[in-house]
């Protein structure tokens, strides 16, 4: 047993933070096996702001955006599922699960190319039951021209040929360079004023270790549905809708929660 699990097995399950601290953990190990970055413990402390005042639960906003996001990747000609080192150190039996049922290839994309990360990912992803894994053969990658980060480079059958583009745990440039070259974009983002979530097609503002089990439930629902079926649900769906909703919840959940830290004090 490493010192993170041991630190993971000393919290106990009735700590308030337990699954906070559970996913904190796994992100650490994730360094700890090349497949995060430095950077990507900072980016996951933020994510874990925002989940904060969001309730730390899946809101209503977030389970339409869920259902017109698996509806869109059943539409797809020719959808790929976009894997960083964050969304793999959290979910990637989930992530493996989404994309046999969607029939959405998985493709790992990175912004930081260190040194064995690909092949660490790819190793996590394997172990899980993934098959097909793009991305992974350099001297197969081709550029994005609208991109100058590692991210520019991309898998030809993958996320460049690709109609729709589902980007988890994403930054902005990629998002708003996809979007340009035509493809649709679907993200997971738990900040809903980000340039990711402003410029997606459809936008699931809630956490990824929550979203994604909820994608594959509603996979398995739709996947046999017709075509006419998935493209009503999508008609209805308004990503602007979504992301104003949202920020409505953020304000009136911390109104009360001040509220409530107020009778505590008085009390």
């Known amino acids: 047993m490493n010192s993170n699990e041991k630190q993971v097995e000393d919290v106990p399950i009735d700590h308030p933070r337990y699954l906070s601290l559970k996913h904190r953990h796994k992100i650490i190990e994730g360094l700890q096996n090349l ?13 874990e702001c925002f989940d904060y005042i969001l309730g730390e639960k ?39 699960k989404l994309s046999q049922y969607t029939k959405a290839p998985l493709e790992i994309n990175l912004f930081y190319g260190k040194e064995g990360r690909i092949k660490a990912i790819q190793k996590l992803l394997k172990r899980e039951g993934a098959l097909e894994i793009l991305g992974i053969e350099e001297d197969k ?15 030809p059958d993958g996320i460049y040929s690709a109609d729709v583009v589902f980007v988890p745990l994403e930054d902005g440039d990629r998002t708003e360079a996809l979007k340009k070259l035509g493809k649709k974009v679907i ?32 996979s398995k629902e739709m996947r046999h549905k017709d075509q006419s079926f998935l493209t009503k649900i999508l008609v209805k769906y308004n990503n602007q809708k979504t992301i104003q909703t949202a920020l409505n919840f953020i304000i009136k959940y911390i109104k009360s929660q001040k509220r409530k830290a107020f009778e505590i004090v008085k009390n």
């Open 35 to 47: 497949v995060v970055t430095e950077a990507g413990l900072i980016a996951h402390g933020r994510g």
């Open 58 to 96: 899946t809101n209503v906003f977030a389970k339409n955006a869920i259902e017109a996001a698996v509806a869109l990747l059943l539409l797809a000609k020719k959808p790929i599922i976009s894997v960083n080192g964050n969304s793999a150190a959290l979910c990637a039996k989930e992530l493996v």
């Open 141 to 155: 990658m081709i550029e994005i021209k609208e991109l100058s980060s590692n991210r520019r480079r991309v898998d």
């Open 187 to 218: 993200a997971i983002d738990l900040n809903p004023l980000s340039r990711t979530s402003i410029w997606a097609d459809i936008t699931i503002i809630d956490n990824i270790v929550r979203a994604l089990p909820k994608m594959i439930k509603f």
